[in-house]
């Protein structure tokens, strides 16, 4: 895990590269303490940058940027290429040899080998940069869930890229600017695909590759997509499953990403919640592994929201050594709250990212560099209540009228905590997803209700510029049609979801940014490919069970989980929001003065200063549990776009 960054012009490097690549490196340093070094290839227009996390080959041999033996290939890589050891020894019985022991350089091996399909090959979480000097060709590539950042901002005569878009903004060519646009899309929480918070910063979708050539003066920039979670269409789904099939495929795979998970030259951790994912996690490592796992728990102080206790029944039965973090209003605002907004570098509706980033804090004081986690579970295996409510709703038309309302009338009663929040009491529709699936996904319907909330906030400048750009229908246009076409109604809903908000919001701030901006690694286990090849096989009805979400998974995980966690509901985990506790009213309140007075919004130029003084005159009145759900999630992307233009834009300009 690192941080890479770099550019490539079509004209030889200039006076000053050297010092624009540093500055670009340096923005990094907290995804990589161990080392930062650049190289420059001035005849080729090239320079790379990078920052080091120490994971695997730990002396210098390890350090990037990398250069194959025959010095024809450099390469920079942010992430985890799993199974190398058996590729390295592949490759060497094919005559090929290494410099280091690090996972990283089997890259160049595979590419030499396979070409352009060597991306086939590449198991793990990557995002990376390889630099042909014999085809004057380099080639940016990301892993297929989006786990690692990576973004890009091209001209015709130049590309900069970045792990992160503050290292592309720190490059003189960019010019820095929070784009009105990803504010609307930001404001309904959902980014649309490819994009970032700034204009002409853009993101490497996730399971593509960017090929760039030198075409004169210019560059020529091809993207393609080598890779994408692909449902097979309904009638393909078995009609009559084997159950115990499906279980030991699911099983077995999970126990292998596991295993290769916890391959390191340092000690690998757990994160721990009250959830089967990481759960099942701790179950099947403390079984690989030889000695006792370390696991790192999240404990709030609201006890609607904390699942503190039944981690540590988990922890207890594996015998692992728990680690707990209590968290409070004092650590979810204030400094914690903008530090996690920097690194993000996008908005957030729930402080959830916020206790993610001093979790890994912990961790590394704690001595540990990486830990196994349970992101991409509910994607895969149907978790979300969200979900639930799309099965019963449009997959179970087989079924008789009075039992799909029981079914729902279920998930409504055990879910009113997050109503207004993550589900929405009111069913909600746009015409860009109706076309797309048949309906609107359950998932995206409490975002709807935000836009219409949160649009009259905007200033009649940004209202006018941007009339008629609608944040629904960005998304949707970004959707591969074909891959939703004639797809059961709970695949459509997993494959948008898993397209929009688990790389724009569970891998962001829910994950690599807020893990990183301690220099820790997360290891998403359930985002292996070959578990989501298992996954996708299962039919709908093996998912979602009857009430059960992630049935198979429990049945394939059921021998290591305590009996509570077994027959426990999807419970999602949030923080508590500002308005449970006055705590965190005052707290948040302390934000609101300092980025939401008149001078400030006026500054940045996003919002009416009137309709937000009303905006919040009606916060401090609200006192429906559901609409303040909604409020509080308005308020607090509202607070992120406009701390992003005071950390991105006032402060750098």
């Known amino acids: 895990m690192c941080g890479i960054a770099g550019f490539f012009s079509a004209r030889p490097l200039e006076d000053g590269a050297d010092r624009h690549i540093a500055r670009m490196t340096e923005t990094l340093a907290h995804r990589g303490p161990d080392g930062s070094h650049c190289h420059l290839q001035p005849d080729k227009g090239l320079a790379l940058g990078h920052t080091r996390l120490a994971i695997n080959d730990l002396g210098e041999a390890g350090e990037q940027p990398l250069a194959s033996l ?24 094919d005559g090929d040899r290494f410099l280091s022991k690090c996972d990283s350089e089997i890259a160049t091996g595979l590419y030499r080998k396979h070409g352009l399909a060597f991306v086939e090959h590449l198991r793990g979480e990557f995002a990376f940069a390889l630099f042909d000097l014999e085809r004057d060709e380099l080639i940016l590539v990301r892993d297929r869930f989006g786990v690692r950042p990576l973004f890009f901002h091209l001209a015709d005569d130049l590309l900069i890229w970045g792990s992160e878009a503050k290292a592309v903004l720190a490059h003189p060519r960019v010019p820095r600017r929070l784009s009105r646009r990803a504010a609307m899309n930001q404001m309904m929480h959902t980014m649309v695909p490819g994009t970032s918070a700034f204009e002409g910063v853009r993101s490497l979708e996730p399971g593509h590759f960017l090929v760039v050539k030198r075409s004169g003066d210019r560059l020529e920039a091809k993207k393609q997509r080598y890779w994408d979670l692909e449902f097979p269409v309904a009638e393909e789904h078995e009609t009559d499953p084997d159950p115990e099939e499906h279980i030991d495929r699911v099983r077995e795979a999970l126990i292998e990403a596991i295993v290769l998970r916890l391959e390191a030259d340092v000690p690998v951790g757990c994160y721990l919640s009250g959830g089967i994912d990481s759960c099942s996690i701790l179950g099947l490592a403390t079984g690989a592994q030889q000695s006792p796992v370390k696991a790192f728990t999240i404990s709030f102080d609201d006890q609607d929201y904390d699942e503190a206790a039944i981690a540590t029944e988990m922890a207890e039965s594996m015998q692992a050594e728990q680690e707990t973090i209590h968290l409070a ?29 001093c979790m890994s804090q912990r961790v590394r004081e704690c001595g540990y560099k990486t830990v196994i986690t349970g992101e991409g579970s509910d994607e895969l295996f149907g978790g979300y209540p969200a979900f639930k409510r799309d099965m019963f709703e449009h997959g179970l038309e087989d079924r008789p009228a009075r039992v799909r309302r029981e079914l729902l009338d279920s998930l409504e009663r055990s879910n ?32 709807l209700s935000t836009w219409r909330q949160a649009e009259p906030l ?9 009339h008629g750009y609608d944040p629904v229908e960005a998304i949707a246009q970004e959707l591969d049609p074909a891959l939703l076409k004639g797809r059961h109604p709970l695949d459509q809903a997993q494959y948008t979801w898993s397209k929009t908000m688990l790389e724009g919001q569970i891998l962001n701030w829910g994950g690599d940014r807020v893990d990183m901006a301690s220099s820790m690694e997360s290891r998403p286990a359930f985002l292996d490919h070959h578990v989501a090849a298992a996954a996708v096989r299962l039919p709908p009805s093996l998912r979602i069970h009857g009430s059960t979400e992630k049935w198979v998974l429990r049945e394939a995980v059921r021998g290591v989980l305590p009996e509570v966690l077994y027959r426990r509901e999807k419970f999602a985990f949030m923080a508590p929001p500002a308005h449970t506790d006055d705590r965190k009213r005052r707290a948040l309140g302390s934000l609101v003065e300092r980025y939401l007075d008149r001078r400030s919004i006026e500054r940045a130029g996003l919002f009416d200063p009137g309709r937000i003084a009303t905006f919040l005159d009606d916060c401090r009145a609200e006192t429906d549990p559901v609409a303040l759900n909604q409020k509080d999630k308005i308020l607090n992307h509202l607070l992120c776009l406009q701390i992003l233009h005071d950390q991105y834009i006032e402060q750098n300009r």
Request: charged content about 25%.
């Open 70 to 93: 025959d010095g024809r290939y450099l390469l920079t890589v942010n992430g985890e290429l799993y199974d190398f050891k058996k590729h390295r020894a592949r490759l060497m019985a």
């Open 329 to 357: 209003a004092a650590d979810l605002y204030g400094e914690n709250y903008l530090a996690t907004v920097w690194h993000a570098e996008r908005t957030f509706y729930n402080t959830l990212g916020v206790a993610k980033r």
């Open 416 to 447: 009113e905590l997050f109503q207004g929040a993550i589900l929405t009491p009111r069913r909600e529709s746009h015409p860009a997803f109706d076309r797309l699936c048949g309906f609107t996904p359950a998932w995206l319907q409490p975002w």
């Open 458 to 466: 905007f200033s009649p400048e940004v209202r006018e510029e941007l």
